[in-house]
């Protein structure tokens, strides 16, 4: 069974920092894309940012310059750094890892809440 296992959510205040990470049972070189997304209330999941196989890198244009995604081979993770924290960035950030083939799959989904 696949495993996709998120972790590093929390309260911050804004413009503090905060570090998601991702991993997953599926070998990093078996994956198309690894990626972050976010659902606040009332709103549709949108992406934040995304990686491809390639090392190729996506991001919203309301996080660029503040959040970065990074991706640690040996240890098939995915890590969203986010500095400059602000209350808009208040969401559920749900990880997504799209395999070469096969289904996609989310994480269970972690809570940021940025407080003003």
């Known amino acids: 069974q696949v495993q996709v296992v998120e972790s590093g959510g929390g309260l911050v205040q804004a413009g503090g920092s905060l570090r998601l990470s991702c991993s997953t ?13 976010r659902q606040a209330p009332g709103k549709q999941r949108e992406l934040v940012a995304a ?16 959040f970065t995604i990074s991706r640690d081979n040996a240890k098939n993770t995915v890590v969203l750094q986010m500095n400059s924290l602000k209350p808009e960035d208040t969401a559920v950030y749900y990880c ?4 070469i083939v096969g289904n996609t799959y989310w994480g269970q989904g972690t809570q940021v809440t940025v407080s003003s």
Do not use: E, H, L, Q
Request: net charge positive.
């Open 25 to 37: 049972s599926i070998s990093i070189f078996s994956i198309n894309a690894m990626g972050w997304y």
């Open 51 to 66: 990686i491809t196989r390639g090392g190729s890198r996506n991001y919203a244009d309301s996080v660029k310059g503040r």
């Open 96 to 99: 997504n890892v799209d395999p």
